[in-house]
């Protein structure tokens, strides 16, 4: 009979689709070269390009489910983190100060773009779009206090960024916000001036910037400082010590997927010698746009994603390969 207070770490599972970077941190690789940017053709928006060669069906839903409200897909998993709260420390031992799993998470979740990037799709106008870059939105507290002011951040993002590049945009752009003690994001600036007009001349302003998303022509300015367009935005309420939510995606912008994550605990398990396994787990909620691609494509995603949180030093190099969505 096994011993009751053994503990043993689960054998990591083989995921054949990705090769195995042995040794990842002993060797440097080398960059991708960048892409040709694409020349812009009809239909295509200034933060995207026209999916053109995609399924009759998919081109057909957003006409079925015109607010990303209709088409919201809700999942919710527990990822085994062991071996990513074990990168973490040992990150913050090589002196990245305030490493943390949010880090982590955005580096795996870049790296899944990399490689399905259906993922990075956005729906405006009833037409589906390919997005020209990675954009990740946030809010944050400038200090963790009830009374503290939120702020909204976007990180823009590159698919072969590296767990690294990830840490340092994003605690640049963090560190940049919690500098004052005053809102003074962009975002902020943005929505004050705002909101001191009347309420019938914002709703007709709100209106009217519906009117310019459809069609495509909100100018850029707004576009770079706006957190509801974007590739994905993450919540961790890990960080308040509590469970993960299902948060709603927003009917306003091109936010296809939103994500929350809970604090880390314990599981205590049986493996199948009958021995007791001391695994570290998270919750995790995803509210998911099933208009962009199907439940095929996304189970795909969050397997590799959980394959990434398993084998977290994957992330230190870039990788081999970037695929670019359809035409």
Not at 84 to 102: Q, V
Not at 118 to 126: A, V, Y
Not at 295 to 309: K, V
Request: hydrophobic share 40%; proline share 7%; glycine share 4%.
């Amino acid at each position: 009979m096994a011993d009751e207070n053994k503990m043993i770490r689960p054998a990591a599972p083989t995921f054949p689709e990705i090769p195995d970077a042995q040794h990842a941190v002993e060797a440097a690789q080398p960059r991708l070269p960048r892409p040709v940017p694409r020349k812009k053709r009809h239909g295509d928006r200034k933060e995207g390009r026209l999916l053109r060669t995609i399924y009759p069906m998919n081109k057909f839903m957003p006409f079925i489910m015109p607010e990303r409200s209709d088409a919201c897909n809700t999942y919710a998993d527990e990822l085994d983190v062991t071996e990513t709260d074990l990168f973490c420390k040992e990150m913050i031992r090589k002196g990245y100060e305030n490493f943390s799993f949010l880090h982590l998470m955005v580096a795996a979740y870049v790296r899944v773009v990399s490689q399905k990037p259906g993922l990075n799709r956005f729906i405006s106008g009833q037409r589906i779009y390919s997005r020209n870059n990675i954009e990740m939105t946030m809010t944050v507290k400038k200090t963790m206090s009830a009374d503290s002011p939120d702020t909204c951040i976007k990180v823009i993002l590159e698919p072969d960024d590296t767990v690294i590049d990830v840490y340092q945009k994003l605690n640049a752009v963090i560190e940049a916000n919690k500098a004052t003690s005053d809102l003074d994001s962009d975002f902020d600036k943005t929505a004050e001036k705002l909101s001191k007009t009347p309420r019938f001349i914002l709703r007709n302003v709100v209106k009217l910037l519906n009117w310019l998303d459809y069609h495509g022509w909100l100018p850029q300015a707004l576009l770079d400082v706006s957190p509801f367009h974007g590739s994905m935005i993450i919540t961790d309420m890990g960080s308040l010590r509590l469970g993960p939510v299902y948060h709603h995606i927003y009917n306003f912008g091109t936010l296809p997927v939103f994500i929350a994550f809970g604090a880390k605990r314990h599981s205590y398990e049986l493996d199948r010698h009958g021995e007791f396994v001391d695994r570290k787990v998270a919750d995790f909620k995803f509210v998911l746009d099933e208009r962009i691609v199907d439940g095929h494509y996304y189970a795909a995603f969050l397997n590799r994603l959980r394959y990434y949180f398993e084998h977290p030093e994957l992330l230190e190099l870039p990788p081999e390969t970037v695929i670019e969505d359809v035409d």
